[in-house]
Nanobody, 123 residues
């Protein structure tokens, strides 16, 4: 699986963005997927994860109620809908493919990563 993330940009606080992660390869629908982010000077942190068929999701407490993860296996695409954005959401966002069918909040369980897309939220 190869991953290509897109949809980042500059947005004012309170605004919305939708990130997409398009996968190539036939294994996409078998893999749990996730979004992580990394701000300057900080470690990569978990944002959201989804299992292979979209039936189970989990999001970090810091984004709960604001971010939603979803997937369309027919389109080989993972999404992250981000609403009510805050300046502290500013980071490079990475999509990842888990080695398992279920999702995970642990970066070590991901074997493939997209190149990252920058999200900047101005105050």
């Amino acid at each position: 699986v190869q991953l290509q993330a897109s949809g980042g940009g500059l947005v004012q606080a309170g605004g919305s963005l939708r990130l997409s992660c398009t996968a190539s390869g036939r294994m996409f629908s078998n893999n749990g997927m996730g979004w992580f982010r990394q701000a300057p000077g900080k470690e990569r942190e978990f944002v959201a994860t989804i299992n292979w068929n979209g039936g189970s999701t989990d999001v970090a407490d810091s984004v709960k109620g604001r971010f939603t993860i979803s997937r369309d296996n027919a389109k080989n695409t993972l999404y992250l809908q981000m609403n009510s954005l805050k300046p502290e959401d500013t980071a490079v966002y990475y999509c990842g493919a888990s080695r398992y069918a279920y999702g995970s909040s642990q970066a070590g369980r991901y074997t493939r990563w997209g190149q990252g897309t920058q999200v900047t939220v101005s105050s």
